[in-house]
């Protein structure tokens, strides 16, 4: 059946798959017609699979990054009753990001490619990148076991961190169900690789709004080892659990209320406090590697996930659903009352939204529609090439792409002019170029004219530090 063909436009930018075959629900979908044209029939084969796989399905939505990922689309929100759709948080569990703000710095001060290459060096002094474990000496008290098991119970509260500056800052996680050595790979990768960004997409970048000319950190990297490990015992298990082939463990779900559903959910929540602690350990080093520099320090903004999968108020008056966002990002409005508790109440909290690394990154704000989006948005801009595709369809233009970055310039209000993204790989990584993403702008603007949400800040990158493969 061709999925594409039933998908109809019943609002702008809004687009709508009708309830079909064995659907539990529509699928609701946030593209202009722009991005529409250009999804594929494999992305709306994986909506319905989101819509029809699990049981207790009462609602999926489709962010404007929406892309082809596994057995269900990435940038996609999955709402049950009861029911764990593992594919929902996938294997990096609780990848996300983090803003900081250089406190005293602005673009004039980082104008500098010579100082800005000295800040690259310093970070990589401090913050391990790419695959592996190794990890700076400076580190290694993060790594005892009575450490991380803190760390898998109680995430940046380990680390001090105040709840106002987190998403969530850990996830309680119920002993009962949770035993820390179960996963023994999993647990092996723990203590190495806490405070490491990883590889992939994974990235520290320097940016600049050229508004105000202010200097910020942006972080993105989530549960290295432990989570993936822990996400890949879950999906064999969830499959012997439903019958379901290894070679199609994606498509297993669990029910909250049955053992093994309990004990996933222990140990997923844990993998999201070991992604949020493990965040929050990078800043530290990003932190000295500012001061080394430029004498300034880093004053943490905000962290959010956006591959989790918890229990959220799904309606103003609090009932209840288990929220999946693959590759989307909560957005709870004023008023939520998620956030009664918490110095967001009344105006909704920030999202952070990062691009490529060529076109930057932005802070949203939710509005009172982010209802209609499942109180979420996109994760980023979304990519438009696979890994593999770009490396072979890019390589021709590897030089126009290198100095694509060398010639790009932010141009600031008060007529300070940075020049060049510099990075700490010698030439652009193709897989994760300009090209092989989405428009950010055009993304965003999705969303801020559904109502969904506002612009606060559109950031411009300087600097970026990539995890190597």
Known sequence: MAFKTTVVQDKPNQYVMPITGSMHCPVRAFLSPELFDITEEQLWHQAYNAASSYPETTAVYLMPDCHFGYHVPVGGVIITDGVIAQAGSGYDISCGMIYLKATGLTAADVASPEQRRAWIEAVERKVATGLGSNRPDEMGKQSTLARIQDVFHYGAQVLGVSP????????????????????????????????????????????????????????????????????????????????????????????????????????????????????????????????????????????ISHNLTQQESITPQGQQGIVHRKGATRALPAGHPDLNRTCWKTTGHPILIPGSMLH?????????????????VNHGSGRLLGRGQAKRELRVLHDDIDEEMKDYVVCCKDGTEVNGILGNHRRTPLDECGHVYKDLDQVLGVLVDSGVTTIERRLLPVANIKGME
């Open 164 to 303: 106002d500056l987190c998403e969530r800052p850990f996830i309680p996680v119920d002993d009962t169900h949770f035993k820390f050595d179960r996963i023994r790979r999993a647990l092996e990768k723990a203590g190495p690789q806490l405070g490491s960004l990883g590889g992939g997409n994974h990235f520290i970048e320097m940016q600049v709004d050229p508004e105000d000319s202010s200097v910020w950190v942006m972080v993105h990297c989530g549960s290295r080892g432990y989570g993936w490990q822990t996400a890949e015992y879950y999906f064999h298990r969830g499959a012997e659990l439903r019958g379901i082939r290894d070679q199609r463990r994606e498509e297993s779900w669990l029910r909250l209320d049955e053992p093994l559903g309990q004990e996933f959910w222990a140990h997923h929540n844990s993998a999201a406090n070991y992604a949020i602690a493990n965040r929050w350990a990078i800043v530290e080093g990003l932190k000295r590697a500012t001061m080394e520099v430029f004498g300034k320090t880093l004053a943490p903004f905000y962290e």
């Open 360 to 376: 930057g990154a932005a802070i949203l704000r939710p509005t009172a529609n982010s209802w209609e989006a499942g109180c979420s």
